[in-house]
């Protein structure tokens, strides 16, 4: 049994070979960017007006006599003369011999001639060429999560498509012979199987949507045959139960006869002792307790930051945030606790059912408390370490 500090830095340690794929801008959102861009042309490209109203070369005069248009999309020439003003929009060009654009809230008009009520600075309402970026500039670093900013950005500089890191394909294997579908009253002995759907949804709060899911009667020959047929289909395989030490719990001895090689089995931790984490290749799997609150706990602790490393995310741990204990409290379990807790306003509060087979107050934690291994009191008002569930794919 290892400590959870080490465990994670395993996972940290582990080297993941990292994909790149080519993607539509309007197929990168989400994806972590594996290229520099670099602008290919100016923004803007040419001078633009910032607002609607006159353009003209900046003088004392109040006066001037407006005799030409340019609308936004206009690519004409226009020469403007001292003392004259081209009537001008949002976003069109501004004529080159004009360096100022007065908005037309600033302008009284009669006939062909403005008087200017309020003259800007010389170059106001102008936006020069390359005023975001110039051409060639690093605009975009590798390593970007890419939101809907980002894809714009690189719309407006014209740019289809980009490097993203490829997210892994993972697959899930559920061990059981107790579980059962739901849709029927339920069988003596049985419970509805739940484990697949919640690291479903899990897999996609990350994005991840195309996840298998393959089943296995509690015993050797169909684990063995199963996690075969999921590797195939897998980059990282999550198998929900059998890894404890009961006589039907065969999922250990399977991943050793299909070449799996462990990487660490059981962690000094409530909920998850079991956890078994090992690699075949550049395949990675869990075996996951199956207890439900010990998967998922499991899961946000060790599987998730995998996946996000495999993704390209430098920082790929959830984040933790320091809060107050509203209540004292004791471990003496000599074990480092995941509990399920609620973080309001900076005070966390332990909730009840900690137990490992209970999800119903998981439902509305929005943290998992972690209190290392050592420590053995925490009084109310102390400052303990919080895992954020909620800022997940950060
Ligand atoms: P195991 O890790 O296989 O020993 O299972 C531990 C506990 O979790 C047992 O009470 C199982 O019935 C329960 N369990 C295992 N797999 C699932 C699952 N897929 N969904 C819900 N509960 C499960
Ligand atoms: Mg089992």
């Not at 007065?102 to 102008?126: A, C, F, L, W, Y």
């Not at 706990?297 to 741990?317: E, T």
Request: overall charge positive; hydrophobic content about 40%.
């Amino acid at each position: 049994m290892i400590p959870v500090t080490q465990a994670i830095h395993i996972i940290d340690s582990t080297v993941v070979s990292q994909r790149i794929k080519k993607v539509k801008i309007a197929k990168s959102l989400g994806f972590i960017l594996a290229e520099d861009i670099f602008a290919p042309i100016n923004m803007p490209s040419f001078r633009q007006s910032a607002m609607d109203g006159y353009a003209l070369k900046w003088s004392d005069s109040t006066t001037y006599t407006v005799t030409e248009e340019s609308k936004a999309g206009d690519a004409k020439h226009i020469a403007i003369h001292p003392l004259e003003a081209v009537r001008i929009f949002t976003g069109a060009k501004v004529p080159d011999d004009a360096d100022t654009v007065v908005m037309q809230e600033h302008v009284t008009k009669r006939d062909n001639s403005i008087t200017i009520t309020k003259m800007p600075n010389k170059g106001s309402n102008v936006r020069p060429v390359g005023e975001q970026v110039s051409t060639g500039d690093l605009v975009l670093t590798k390593g970007l999560k890419l939101n809907e900013a980002a894809i714009g950005f690189l719309a407006g500089l014209g740019i289809q498509r980009v490097a993203v890191f490829k997210t892994p394909k993972v697959s899930i294997l559920v061990t059981g012979n107790e579980l059962q579908k739901q849709g029927k009253p339920l069988k003596e002995g049985a419970i509805y199987e739940s484990n697949a759907v919640m690291l479903k949804m899990a897999l996609q709060r990350f994005g991840l949507t195309q996840v298998k899911v393959f089943y296995a009667k509690d015993t050797l020959k169909a684990t063995k045959k199963n996690i075969k047929r999921a590797l195939e289909h897998s980059d990282v395989l999550l198998i929900s139960g059998g890894i404890s030490v009961g006589d039907y719990d065969f999922v250990k001895e399977a991943l050793g006869k299909n070449d799996v090689d462990e990487l660490f089995y059981k962690i000094n931790q409530k909920p998850g002792k079991p956890l078994w984490f090992g690699k075949k290749d550049q395949q990675f799997v869990f075996a996951l307790p199956g207890n439900p609150a010990s998967a998922l706990s499991c899961f946000y602790v060790y599987v998730l930051p995998l996946l996000k490393k495999c993704s390209g995310y430098s920082d790929y741990h959830l984040p933790r945030i320091q809060a107050k204990s509203d209540t004292d409290f004791k471990n003496n379990s000599g074990k480092t606790l995941f509990l399920k807790a609620s973080l309001q306003d900076g005070i966390v509060s332990v909730l009840p059912s900690q137990q490992s087979s209970m999800l119903n107050t998981f439902a509305s934690s929005n943290v998992l408390l972690m209190v290392a291994e050592h420590v053995e009191t925490i009084k109310k008002q102390d400052l303990v370490s919080c895992i954020n569930l909620e800022c997940y794919g950060n």
